[in-house]
């Protein structure tokens, strides 16, 4: 056996290689994007607002080039930022179509965090609003995976794919009724292993990863104010705190990298501090 340094220890590294990040402008898009285009990536953001993106765009090309140097020293990739709807199938391949174009390169790494949750009690869940959540945590993560692995098969190349799944695919929060979040992202994971099974003869891998509570801005947000909830959510995970957006960053370098999960496909990584073990 080779036990030379490269052949052991593995290489997080991403140089040539192009990133789509969908959910581009949220707050754990805007620590992976740092963390992509650290590592040597070129990075395409999607998300619905082209403002938005377009600002977490510059924000990230200027992070990049003042931090990217000296102790830091690496390449500055490219940054692009695209609007799109991904639970609009015609959208997602018109609009991957173009990442490619524009960059020149064939998109070889997608990681889908774009998707959202909202709370209704099951009986009182208007059907409008239960297709939409659908079409675009369920669907929306289809038809990006679709629209990144067509190219790769036509060009006979490898390709990595990290669905952002969430503990509610495997457990039921409390106290919040999100029956329709909870279906979503249960049908991502199950994805996953689908698509994982399907594509391996392609060489591209499918993983999802799974965080439990993170304190982005949105999240921030939504407990400001209602002390009680964010309570009663820390009280059931054995860390007693909820995840800093930075917390998921080695997960999906870890998924990212062709040395270190060469052999992972299909997973279910869940980061959720501790969670789902009560």
């Not at 965080?211 to 939504?222: D, E, K």
């Not at 800093?244 to 279910?268: Q, R, W």
């Amino acid at each position: 056996m080779d036990y030379s340094y490269d052949n052991v220890v593995p290489n997080f590294r991403l140089d040539g290689r192009l990133a789509i990040l969908t959910g581009g402008s949220g707050g754990l898009a805007q620590v992976i994007s740092r963390a992509l285009l650290a590592q040597g990536a070129d990075v395409a953001l999607i998300d619905m607002n082209l403002e938005r993106t377009q600002n977490a765009a510059k924000e990230l090309l200027a992070w990049g080039h003042d931090t990217l140097k000296g102790k830091h020293e690496s390449p500055v990739g490219q940054v692009s930022a695209w609007a799109c709807n991904i639970g609009d199938a015609e959208s997602v391949e018109a609009t991957f179509t173009s990442i490619n174009e524009h960059h020149n390169n064939i998109a070889d790494l997608l990681i889908n965090s774009a998707g959202y949750c909202e709370n209704f009690p099951a009986e009182e869940y208007p059907a409008a609003n239960a297709e939409g959540i659908m079409r675009a945590n369920g669907l929306g993560a289809f038809f990006v995976s679709q629209s990144f692995a067509r190219p790769l098969i036509q060009n006979n190349k490898k390709g990595l794919i990290i669905l952002i799944g969430s503990m509610s695919g495997t457990i039921v929060n409390d106290p919040q009724p999100q029956a329709m979040y909870n279906m979503s992202k249960a049908g991502v994971i199950h994805l996953v292993r689908s698509l994982a099974c399907e594509w391996a003869k392609y060489n591209i891998r499918v993983n999802t990863l799974s965080p439990g509570y993170i304190l982005t801005p949105l999240t921030r947000n939504v407990i400001s104010g209602h002390s009680e909830m964010k309570e009663a959510w820390e009280s059931k995970i054995p860390q007693k705190r909820m995840a800093e957006p930075k917390e998921f960053v080695g997960s999906i370098l870890y998924l990212a990298s062709d040395t270190a999960s060469s052999y992972t496909t299909g997973h279910n990584l869940v980061v959720d501090g501790g969670y789902e073990c009560w």
